[in-house]
């Protein structure tokens, strides 16, 4: 059994405009976007799945074909090392392994199935809609299922559907075969998903989340017990340049451009790859686990626009120099636009700041991480994440210190969704920011999907994104501090009572 670790993100209708929170802000309409979010994971790719949040590809499937460039023309490799010679002997042995259990599974028994979907349910489905789910009355419902034999597997297909079903949650639901392996094969491809319905994206539009500028996803893989990671390659757009240079997935990365990448996140990784469209970029990689090692000259496509846009208001007749930023989504640039975005303005004589998230549906979820991390102290939390099984209940903090220090206003409406809560509740919570507006969308939720031993899937609601101060977002959405825009001073007071608050 192999799963998915992702959270969806849902293109919602277009309301009529929101009203203007103050004079000297405006509010233009933004087009609904179905929106790609990155996320942490631990386990195998299979497929996307459906739902409402913000959607987080995790990992691909190793043995994609379809991701990895035509083999390179390289020089053979030195001689294994006795390191390379065990983990040969080791992977060898493995797949001995792999090819009995495969043996055992080729007749998955009806009731094999039903009882396996029945399984990862009661080990891992988190009851987000209050529908009172219990262990127990699960266990009741097995009995019922068993209750007689199953004599077919479109039977064992139905009665999975119908106990999926009884949860009440419209997220968790049955993959036919068929659907669990178109899911495997646009994921290859990189897909978008939402609502049920599948988008496969070309490098144009995909690289609007690519964070490299060069049409990889980078992962972090521990090595050891001392802490130390390695940065592979994780997936390959199949037109983006890195596959034409000839990297593959699985690669490691171990420089750019001369520098050494050892002990870096996969974040900061990303920025060293990035520059201007059409330059170039050397990047070092070792091909599997055993090289060989090559130097790779990448020429650069960014595609992304960027979802960044600022000026600088004057109030109290010029008193006051307010910088207003309005971020209309979570793409591969909204960090790196918003740093440069937020230093010009601060260089201008900014000495507060409006964030614009309205109508901002979300995007790169890694993305609104790190943006919320511009403005917290190091040690405060960004988001937490909660679940039945452990590895979904996960603490992310701020790793470095603000880049401004100065009073926010966030600006919120009906349609800040996803990566956007992340961003106005960390801030919101932490006493940086004020919300102004109305109550956010309300999307939160973390899905896996499973494969069946028969090829057929399940997709299960296993987490959820709660706030510093413990809220949970999914459903019923964020409230503003105030409908209307405040007077700073208000602000200024706001912010010295929360953080009152906070210390005593």
């Given at each position: 059994?192999?799963?998915?670790?992702?959270?969806?993100?849902?293109?919602?209708?277009?309301?009529?405009?929101?009203?203007?929170?103050?004079?000297?802000?405006?509010?233009?309409?933004?087009?609904?976007?179905?929106?790609?979010?990155?996320?942490?994971?631990?386990?195998?790719?299979?497929?996307?799945?459906?739902?409402?949040?913000?959607?987080?590809?995790?990992?691909?499937?190793?043995?994609?074909?379809?991701?990895?460039?035509?083999?390179?023309?390289?020089?053979?490799?030195?001689?294994?090392?006795?390191?390379?010679?065990?983990?040969?002997?080791?992977?060898?042995?493995?797949?001995?392994?792999?090819?009995?259990?495969?043996?055992?599974?080729?007749?998955?028994?009806?009731?094999?199935?039903?009882?396996?979907?029945?399984?990862?349910?009661?080990?891992?489905?988190?009851?987000?809609?209050?529908?009172?789910?219990?262990?127990?009355?699960?266990?009741?419902?097995?009995?019922?299922?068993?209750?007689?034999?199953?004599?077919?597997?479109?039977?064992?297909?139905?009665?999975?559907?119908?106990?999926?079903?009884?949860?009440?949650?419209?997220?968790?639901?049955?993959?036919?075969?068929?659907?669990?392996?178109?899911?495997?094969?646009?994921?290859?491809?990189?897909?978008?998903?939402?609502?049920?319905?599948?988008?496969?994206?070309?490098?144009?539009?995909?690289?609007?989340?690519?964070?490299?500028?060069?049409?990889?996803?980078?992962?972090?893989?521990?090595?050891?017990?001392?802490?130390?990671?390695?940065?592979?390659?994780?997936?390959?757009?199949?037109?983006?340049?890195?596959?034409?240079?000839?990297?593959?997935?699985?690669?490691?990365?171990?420089?750019?451009?001369?520098?050494?990448?050892?002990?870096?996140?996969?974040?900061?990784?990303?920025?060293?790859?990035?520059?201007?469209?059409?330059?170039?970029?050397?990047?070092?990689v070792k091909h599997g686990n055993c090289g060989p090692v090559q130097s790779l000259d990448v020429q650069r496509q960014v595609v992304a626009k960027t979802p960044v846009f600022y000026r600088l208001e004057?109030?109290?007749?010029?008193?006051?120099?307010?910088?207003?930023?309005?971020?209309?989504?979570?793409?591969?640039?909204?960090?790196?636009?918003?740093?440069?975005?937020?230093?010009?303005?601060?260089?201008?004589?900014?000495?507060?700041?409006?964030?614009?998230?309205?109508?901002?549906?979300?995007?790169?979820?890694q993305a609104g991480i790190e943006v919320a991390k511009l403005f917290l102290d190091k040690g405060e939390t960004v988001i937490y994440t909660a679940g039945r099984d452990p590895q979904y209940q996960t603490?992310?903090?701020?790793?470095?210190?603000?880049?401004?220090?100065?009073?926010?206003?966030?600006?919120?409406?009906?349609?800040?969704?996803?990566?956007?809560?992340?961003?106005?509740?960390?801030?919101?919570?932490?006493?940086?920011?004020?919300?102004?507006?109305?109550?956010?969308?309300?999307?939160?939720?973390?899905?896996?999907?499973?494969?069946?031993?028969?090829?057929?899937?399940?997709?299960?609601?296993?987490?959820?994104?709660?706030?510093?101060?413990?809220?949970?977002?999914?459903?019923?959405?964020?409230?503003?501090?105030?409908?209307?825009?405040?007077?700073?001073?208000?602000?200024?007071?706001?912010?010295s009572q929360c953080k009152t608050r906070r210390q005593g």
């Open positions: 059994m192999r799963s998915l670790l992702c959270s969806c993100s849902a293109t919602l209708a277009s309301p009529p405009p929101s009203p203007e929170p103050s004079p000297g802000f405006s509010n233009r309409n933004l087009p609904s976007v179905l929106l790609l979010a990155d996320n942490l994971a631990k386990k195998t790719l299979l497929g996307v799945v459906t739902g409402a949040l913000s959607f987080s590809l995790v990992l691909s499937s190793p043995a994609s074909a379809t991701l990895e460039s035509a083999p390179l023309q390289a020089p053979s490799p030195a001689p294994l090392s006795e390191y390379c010679r065990e983990e040969a002997a080791a992977s060898s042995e493995g797949a001995d392994q792999r090819a009995v259990v495969e043996a055992g599974r080729r007749v998955p028994t009806n009731q094999r199935i039903v009882e396996e979907a029945w399984e990862i349910v009661n080990g891992s489905f988190l009851d987000v809609g209050r529908h009172s789910w219990t262990p127990e009355s699960w266990q009741h419902k097995k009995e019922d299922i068993f209750s007689s034999s199953i004599q077919s597997r479109s039977r064992a297909h139905e009665i999975i559907r119908r106990m999926l079903a009884s949860l009440g949650d419209p997220y968790t639901r049955f993959l036919t075969p068929a659907e669990l392996s178109l899911m495997r094969f646009l994921v290859s491809l990189v897909v978008v998903a939402c609502s049920g319905i599948l988008y496969l994206w070309k490098f144009s539009r995909m690289a609007r989340f690519d964070m490299t500028g060069i049409g990889i996803n980078l992962r972090e893989v521990p090595v050891g017990e001392n802490g130390e990671v390695k940065l592979k390659v994780l997936g390959v757009l199949l037109d983006g340049p890195a596959n034409a240079a000839g990297v593959k997935q699985g690669d490691e990365i171990l420089a750019v451009n001369g520098e050494d990448v050892q002990g870096k996140s996969a974040f900061e990784v990303s920025s060293l790859l990035q520059g201007p469209s059409e330059t170039f970029v050397t990047i070092k004057q109030i109290d007749n010029g008193r006051i120099a307010v910088g207003y930023v309005r971020l209309k989504e979570f793409n591969a640039l909204a960090r790196k636009d918003l740093v440069i975005a937020m230093k010009r303005l601060q260089d201008m004589g900014a000495s507060y700041f409006v964030l614009d998230l309205r109508d901002n549906l979300g995007g790169l979820v603490t992310i903090a701020a790793d470095t210190v603000p880049l401004v220090t100065t009073p926010v206003i966030v600006l919120v409406n009906s349609k800040t969704a996803s990566a956007s809560e992340i961003v106005a509740s960390a801030l919101h919570d932490n006493c940086k920011a004020v919300l102004v507006g109305e109550r956010t969308f309300g999307k939160g939720l973390i899905q896996s999907v499973f494969e069946l031993d028969d090829g057929s899937g399940v997709a299960v609601t296993v987490g959820k994104y709660v706030t510093p101060n413990h809220l949970d977002i999914n459903g019923d959405g964020i409230d503003p501090d105030y409908r209307n825009f405040p007077a700073w001073s208000d602000v200024n007071q706001h912010l």
